[in-house]
């Protein structure tokens, strides 16, 4: 299957960024897709990769959660899940982090689909805390890790290590940082309104 890139949310500055780090992520993502425990050459869709030009901080009233990468719902066909990547992050690290995130998000992806209620269980489960809901989605895709092929089982363990060294470095690079005070709504909207720009 075709691995499709989406810069729709890119200026044209940041897209010429993008393009000196573009065929990082191709082979990373066809890396991740030979570890996968799934085959996707058999799947009905390829999740597609949105680069989105920031770095989200989410402000809580018991912390700061710095959201660099994730997998969402996809806002052109919303009956499947994408992975939405932060430009910083993909210029900063290294490809083998690269393909590691990949295969978080991917791991999210095979839970969600093992347990279709997954998110809404947990998030009741902790009373619609996002930091508590956020850490235990992420515990649950890293039950999944052990089932990637290597070099990517090894790559994904030292994401996990070396996590916070990352998001260190990502932030002193001058990435762009943008704050969500409402973790639910708002990233949604953003994604939906720069399709609707895009569409006038």
């Not at 790559?155 to 005070?181: H, P, T």
Request: aromatic content about 14%; charged content about 30%.
């Amino acid at each position: 299957m075709l691995i499709e890139i989406n810069t729709r949310y890119l200026n044209k500055d940041l897209v010429n960024r993008f393009g000196k780090v573009q065929g990082k992520v191709m082979n990373s993502y066809q890396e991740v897709l030979r570890s996968s425990p799934i085959n996707f050459s058999k799947s009905e869709y390829l999740p597609k990769i949105y680069v989105i030009p920031f770095v989200r901080k989410v402000v809580l009233k018991e912390a700061e959660i710095f959201i660099f990468n994730e997998v969402y719902i996809d806002p052109l066909e919303e009956k499947y899940w994408a992975f939405f990547l932060s430009l910083p992050f993909l210029e900063v690290v290294d490809k083998k982090f690269v393909s590691a995130i990949l295969a978080h998000e991917l791991a999210h992806l095979i839970d969600f689909a093992q347990h279709p209620s997954r998110i809404a269980e947990s998030w009741e489960k902790h009373r619609g805390s996002v930091r508590l809901t956020h850490q235990e989605l992420d515990q649950n895709a890293r039950e999944y890790y052990r089932h990637f092929k290597e070099p990517v089982k090894t790559w994904l363990y030292e994401l996990d290590a070396e996590s916070n060294k990352i998001m260190e470095q990502v932030i002193k690079s001058g990435a762009e940082v943008r704050e969500f005070k409402d973790y639910i709504q708002e990233f949604p909207q953003y994604l939906k309104s720069i399709i609707q720009l895009n569409q006038n």
